[in-house]
């Protein structure tokens, strides 16, 4: 599966999605959101993200794409868990990731599907 993580997320997350055999591409600096939607969806890539402006642009404003896993603040001592989670997910919810907006944190994982 193909992945396009946002600026925001740490190194550790893109290195685990990798090692599970993903394919991840990585927004350059300093891109804006739109471009972040637009290049993601040309790859047919699902974005995963730390920032809720993804779930304006795509759940309110309608912006197309291939899915979007949006990863709630964690503490950084928890990083390992949400990490394993997000790589987990990956494996149990392969077939929704693509048509879902996903809220994951430590807490629940809340699937919407995509219009």
């Not at 993804?54 to 928890?78: E, H, M, Q, S």
Request: charge should be positive.
């Amino acid at each position: 599966m193909k992945f396009w993580t946002d600026v925001n997320i740490p190194r550790p997350f893109k290195k685990a999605l990798e090692q599970a055999g993903h394919e991840v591409f990585t927004a350059p600096e300093r891109s804006k959101d739109t471009l972040i939607l637009q290049m993601a969806r040309e790859a047919n890539a699902v974005i995963v993200t730390l920032d809720r402006d993804f779930k304006k642009y795509v759940l309110v404003d309608g912006w197309k794409c291939a899915g979007v896993i949006w990863i709630r603040p964690t503490p950084l001592n928890r990083r390992g868990e949400i990490i394993a989670k997000l790589v987990r997910l990956t494996k149990t919810h392969a077939e929704t990731l693509s048509t879902s907006f996903i809220t994951l944190s430590l807490d629940r994982t809340e699937v919407t599907p995509l219009k």
